[in-house]
């Protein structure tokens, strides 16, 4: 089973700066079988991005993902008030079974 | 407007039984395989369970499997998860996922809760 470990666990931010989030898995991943997902407080999580860089329908520009193998990147270019939230990274495993990392939660400063 | 509204959460004992329901709405339910995923009270996301569009493919994690049965009725848009033998650890919100491919989850439900106590 891969394991997928988010970093950091918080990270405090101002509005209008850069947000860089980590997804490290313990083995490869195929990057078409990584996604990124944002859960507001009593709301249900909300894709971002799929395929490690893809945009979700409706997702600003201001949201990016990236990374290959075992690293994987979201970024969030200038953040807005909205955007603060919990963020998971998922991957879809050979095994058939999905699994999430433990999420990186993203406060303001 | 595309939409999955979980029910049939509850308070139930350990040992007992829940049935839930997902309703879709929007869109073509029957095109669409589905998930269940669940979230303990201040934990991350952790899946459940999947259904292919025609059933014809059921995968489970280990941690539900011989308990939890999932199935759907494409005539009634809707999506199903039998879950016996409850266990206090089964306490969690309970999601319904659209897959539009396999690998990711791309519409998700707003959630029913279901508290496993004595």
């Known amino acids: 089973e891969i394991v997928l470990t988010q970093s950091p666990g918080t990270l405090s931010l101002s509005p209008g700066e850069r947000a860089t989030l980590s997804c490290r898995a313990s083995q490869s991943v195929s990057s078409s079988y990584l996604a990124w997902y944002q859960q507001k407080p009593g709301q249900a999580p909300r894709l971002l991005i799929y395929?490690?860089?893809s945009r979700a329908t409706g997702i600003p520009d201001r949201f990016s993902g990236s990374g290959s193998g075992t690293d994987f990147t979201l970024t969030i270019s200038r953040l807005e008030p909205e955007d603060f939230a919990v963020y998971y990274c998922q991957q879809y495993g050979s095994s058939f079974m999905y699994t999430f990392g433990q999420g990186t939660k993203l406060e303001i400063k | 407007e595309v939409q999955l509204v979980e029910s049939g959460g509850g308070l139930v004992q350990p040992g007992g039984s829940l049935r839930l329901s997902c309703a879709a709405s929007g869109f073509t339910f029957s095109s669409y395989s589905m998930n269940w995923v669940r979230q303990a009270p201040g934990k991350g996301l952790e899946w459940v369970s999947y259904?292919?569009?025609?059933?014809?493919?059921?995968y489970y994690a280990d941690s539900v499997k011989g308990r939890f049965t999932i199935s759907r009725d494409n005539a009634k848009n809707s999506l199903y998860l039998q879950m016996n033998s409850l266990r206090a650890e089964d306490t969690a919100v309970y999601y319904c996922?659209?897959?539009?491919?396999?690998?990711?989850?791309?519409?998700w439900g707003k959630g029913t809760t279901v508290t496993v106590s004595s």
């Open positions: 996922a659209r897959a539009p491919i396999t690998i990711y989850m791309d519409v």
């Open positions: 259904i292919s569009s025609s059933s014809s493919t059921i």
């Open positions: 395929g490690a860089s």
